[in-house]
């Protein structure tokens, strides 16, 4: 499986923006993605994941209410809205990809795209 990140940028806090992640080789049914951020000077850590298995999607505490992910074409294709957007969440933003139920945890994925970076001003 091989994952694509775009999107990313700069923007005032207050502003939005969509990243987008672009999956390709599933070849079982089941598939998850997941969203994962890299603050400068910070471990990474979970944002979002989406997945064809109950309970999704999920989010980390620190972005519900503000980010949407949603996921067309089986996966192929996922998305994630981000609104009210502040300085803390600036990062580079990694997609990250199961072909199993996934979770906001790094060791529950298996393949992983390059990172697109966002950052966020004051």
């Known amino acids: 499986v091989q994952l694509v990140e775009s999107g990313g940028g700069q923007v005032q806090a207050g502003g939005s923006l969509t990243l987008l992640c672009r999956a390709t080789?599933?070849?079982?049914?089941?598939?998850?993605i997941g969203w994962f951020r890299q603050a400068p000077g910070k471990e990474r850590e979970a944002v979002a994941s989406?997945?064809?298995?109950?309970?999704?999607?999920e989010y980390a505490a620190a972005v519900r209410g503000r980010f949407t992910v949603s996921s067309a074409d089986m996966g192929v294709t996922t998305y994630l809205n981000m609104t009210d957007l502040r300085p803390e969440d600036t990062g580079v933003y990694y997609c990250?990809?199961?072909?199993?139920?996934?979770?906001?945890?790094?060791?529950?994925?298996?393949?992983w795209g390059q990172g697109t970076r966002v950052t966020v001003s004051s």
């Open positions: 989406i997945s064809n298995m109950p309970g999704q999607p």
């Open positions: 990250a990809a199961v072909e199993a139920p996934g979770g906001l945890y790094e060791y529950l994925f298996d393949y």
């Open positions: 080789g599933f070849i079982s049914y089941n598939w998850a």
